[in-house]
């Protein structure tokens, strides 16, 4: 009966993290955060979409990348292999019903949800037009484009937490730029842990091209302006001050990463769990902040 339990336990963990809802949930617990700044109490509904289109993003990657999957992420696309068929109906239905929650909220709220969709799409699938834009069909095959993107794409969370409850203040629109940072340098670790797959696919990253010593060294410069952000706000009390304890989120990330460069690390496991594990932080530290 326990070696049940413990197989049950491996089974769970594993669809959590290689299943992708623990990134959703991430997504989820960003959104509580803008919320939390807005001085309001996440809705249900808000952190379900949340959920949904992060969820749906994910697996509509993962479905158009298994190949490339393969050789970075062994583990993952083995786990996924008996469903990668049907990741993109799933990535479909994950975006209906999250689209169909978002039209009983209000049009404008709809219409701009379509933003990260496309983002997705441009993403993953790509379009020959691209190419006489940044010279790749896909933006994620250009320097840094698809850490941008991704970054950017995540930033927009506080301002569609901000459409949602129609009300767009100095503070919510401030934390845009703190996501992005944060995002910027966790794009950046999870290219280390790809660069194998990176450079068979033609996929100009930063450790590709520049090699992980300078690769670090830019996640440490992105650590260090997200904390500097934070600071910044803070004093000019655009943030609350109980927003300084945000000021753990670099720490954590400078933790995991100083841990991934000693020998034996697991830099799947840092990646996919640690690294991603950082979002879930979020909304659950601020209401701490709040009442501390």
């Known amino acids: 009966m326990q070696q049940a339990d413990v ?135 250009k320097l840094l484009v698809k850490n941008i993107v991704v970054s950017f794409g995540w930033s927009l969370i506080p301002m569609l937490v901000g459409l949602y409850y129609r009300s767009v203040p100095l503070a919510l629109a401030a934390f845009a730029p703190f996501v992005f940072l944060r995002l910027m340098s966790n794009t950046v670790f999870f290219d280390l842990r790809d660069v194998r797959a990176d450079r068979e696919y033609g996929v100009h990253t930063a450790p590709v091209v520049y090699g992980s010593g300078f690769s670090y060294k830019l996640m440490t410069a992105f650590d260090i302006s997200s904390a500097a952000y934070v600071v910044l706000l803070a004093l000019s009390r655009v943030f609350p001050f109980y927003s300084l304890i945000m000021l753990l989120l670099p720490a954590y990330s400078i933790a995991y990463r100083w841990i991934s460069q000693r020998p034996g690390s697991d830099l799947g496991f840092l990646c996919n769990f640690v690294a991603d594990s950082e979002y879930l932080l979020w909304g659950p530290m601020l209401i701490l902040g709040k009442i501390i």
């Open 7 to 141: 197989v049950t336990s491996n089974r769970i963990v594993r669809e959590l993290v290689y299943g992708g809802h623990l990134l959703a949930l991430g997504t989820a617990s960003i959104a509580a955060s803008s919320a939390i700044l807005l001085g309001r109490s996440p809705t249900l509904v808000l952190l379900v979409m949340a959920y949904l289109f992060s969820y749906g993003a994910y697996m509509l990657n993962r479905g158009a990348e298994v190949s490339q999957d393969a050789i970075s992420d062994p583990a993952r696309t083995s786990f996924l292999r008996g469903r990668s068929r049907y990741l993109t109906a799933i990535s479909a239905v994950s975006f209906g019903i999250g689209y169909l929650l978002a039209a009983t909220v209000s049009l404008l709220f709809f219409g701009a949800l379509l933003v990260p969709l496309v983002l997705a799409l441009v993403y993953t699938i790509g379009s020959k037009k691209l190419v006489r834009l940044i010279g790749a069909a896909r933006l994620k095959d």
